[in-house]
């Protein structure tokens, strides 16, 4: 590698209050890492700082909160990185993913810390873009926002899995699709492979701590627009999927209630399986519901705990500095003390001698020397 690292971190899971802690925020280079689950964007933090994150080696998130990396240093400069889940995540539903990184994304650019750039992974083992992978596209682009897309890397990844001419194939389908990459990249975003080694994720880095930081929409929206969550552009992405969804939902169980009514005539174990997807199926509308209508209400929760804790923490290290001064004080205190309280050094014989002789008149004490010896050897010999 060609840094210093920090190869001790873990992932820091208090999150943006504690990247608050760091010596100073205005020279740190915070960078985003997003993209669908499985993508590699731990292994990803893993190879550019040195790091052993958790990785998953199939479908399951192994991200399914906003996590930060430890401080390290490249070309002696402070970088953190940011990884959050995907809005495909398989355990936590895409409202509350949506509410975690608004929240992140809030806090941190309230507190002056602005993103560097943001890296956006993308497998280019898949063989086609289904839904999914449009889908988390576009909830990134609402969260970006077009005036940012110069300080955005589309990173693809699993070149391994791939034959080199296959993957390049998809390569250059990806930069032509009008619905996906394209527009993007017409925008002023750029792509680039990444080869699974340290030297490249931290090349790619290099490329993003170039970048003159700016501040995304949902950034500008929730802080210097002051939006509610559920009117920023992803919020409004978000509720009309909810709408498509809850559309696709009703006509799924008209078809079941017909099918129900149909199956009076048929076996008790037709019906009975009928009525289970049709309970299952109003659970997920009900759950899906609540979860879009409480969005604003739970996002205003979680920031006013964010708040608190970040209020606490400012307290905590304004004690901790007053403690510090009050202890150089003491301190200080102590050692005028100690310099009133010491004896003087014993003198030298030398020393003595010197302080003796101060204020004598050795002119005087020269001329009585030399008329003594006058006298003397005037006296006559024995």
Known sequence: MNSQQDTNGSMNHANADELRQTRSVEDVILIAVMGATGTGKSTFINLASGMNLAVGDDLMSCTSEVTYSHEFILDGRRVILMDTPGFDDTTVSDTDILRMISLHLHTTYEHGVILSGILYLHRISDPRMGGITRRNFTMFRKLCGDETLNNVLIITTMWGLVDPERGAARERQLRSDGILFK????????????????????????????????????????????????????????????????????????????????????????????????????????????????????????????????????????????????????????????????????????????????????????????????????????
């Open 183 to 382: 527009p993007v990249l017409e925008s002023g975003a750029h792509m680039i492979r990444h080869d699974n080694t340290p030297k490249c994720a931290q090349d790619i880095l290099r490329m993003i701590m170039k970048n003159r930081p700016q501040v995304l929409r949902i950034q500008r929206e929730l802080v210097d627009e002051q939006k509610d969550i559920s009117q920023t552009g992803a919020g409004a992405e978000l509720g009309r999927e909810f709408a498509e969804l809850a559309k696709k939902h009703r006509e799924e169980l008209e078809a079941i209630r017909a099918e129900l009514e149909a199956a009076h005539r048929a076996d008790t174990q037709t019906r009975k399986e009928l009525e289970e997807c049709r309970k299952q199926l109003q659970t997920e509308m009900e759950k899906a519901k609540t979860a879009h209508e409480h969005l604003s209400q739970m996002y205003a929760q979680e920031k006013k705990q964010t708040n608190e804790r970040l209020e606490l923490l400012r307290q905590e290290l304004d004690a901790e500095k007053a403690a510090g001064v009050d202890r150089q004080k003491e301190l200080r205190q102590l050692q005028a003390q100690l310099v009133r309280n010491t004896p003087p050094p014993a003198e030298s014989p030398e020393q003595l001698l010197a302080a003796g002789l101060k204020g004598i008149d050795m002119a005087s004490v020269k001329a009585i020397c030399e008329t003594d010896v006058r006298k003397i050897d005037r006296w006559p010999a024995n």
